[in-house]
Nanobody, 115 residues
Framework: VQLQESGGGSVQAGGSLRLTCLAS????????MGWIRQAPGQEREFVAA????????TYTDSVKGRFTISRDNVENMVFLQMNSLKREDTAVYYC?????????WGPGTQVTVSS
């Protein structure tokens, strides 16, 4: 399983970023996909997830209405559109794949939100 995130960066509060994860090494269309994040000094936190077909999504309460997860089962990619970013969204964001009920993570991409 290989996951590679991109799209992170620095943005001012209220701005937007779109994270992209390119997946390989497994049957993407059969895997739940998601995003987690880890802020400095804190444990990793669930952000969002999507079922194999994209018919169901789940979000942590703090990002509902601001973040949107989506996927492309042809290109083997998953996205996280992040709008109305807040300072507390600052973290390393990791793409996750649930393969045979085992989670896998990519190396992560840094998102920094300044006021």
């Amino acid at each position: 399983v290989q996951l590679q995130e991109s799209g992170g960066g620095s943005v001012q509060a209220g701005g937007s970023l779109r994270l992209t994860c390119l997946a390989s090494g497994f049957t993407f269309s059969r895997a739940h996909m998601g995003w987690i994040r880890q802020a400095p000094g804190q444990e990793r936190e669930f952000v969002a997830a999507m079922t194999e077909t994209g018919d169901r999504t789940t979000y942590t309460d703090s990002v509902k209405g601001r973040f949107t997860i989506s996927r492309d089962n042809v290109e083997n990619m998953v996205f996280l559109q992040m709008n109305s970013l807040k300072r507390e969204d600052t973290a390393v964001y990791y793409c996750t794949a649930y393969v045979a009920e085992t989670p896998h993570w990519g190396p992560g991409t840094q998102v920094t939100v300044s006021s």
